[in-house]
């Protein structure tokens, strides 16, 4: 993923106005929308990778950026669980 495009990703927990782009996403990437809350990785408002908050299942472009976002994304649900209370509370991030 060229460094411009990396500069440009926006993560974040979707929207129910994203479900119709999401969709688009599996189907151009041959798979099925995962289930439940998701978080997206997108650039210029067009989603890359989603990646089921409960499951971790996972939908992407089937390139090379999206792949790179997937992992990005994936990476980012991973550290959602790690938080520790106290740093979650006082707005720090470890």
């Not at 439940?36 to 971790?56: H, K, Q, R, W, Y």
């Not at 090379?64 to 997937?70: I, Q």
């Amino acid at each position: 993923m060229p460094s411009e495009v990396i500069d440009r990703l926006v993560v974040h927990i979707a929207g129910q106005d994203e479900r119709a782009s999401i969709e688009d996403l599996a189907t151009r990437s041959g798979s099925h929308t995962p289930a439940g809350a998701l978080m997206v990785g997108a650039v210029d408002g067009t989603p890359l990778a989603a990646v089921s908050i409960a499951s971790g299942e996972i939908v992407s472009e089937p390139t090379p950026a999206g792949a790179a976002a997937a992992a990005v994304v994936r990476y980012t649900v991973s550290r959602l669980g790690r938080r520790s209370p106290l740093a979650t509370a006082t707005g720090v991030s470890h």
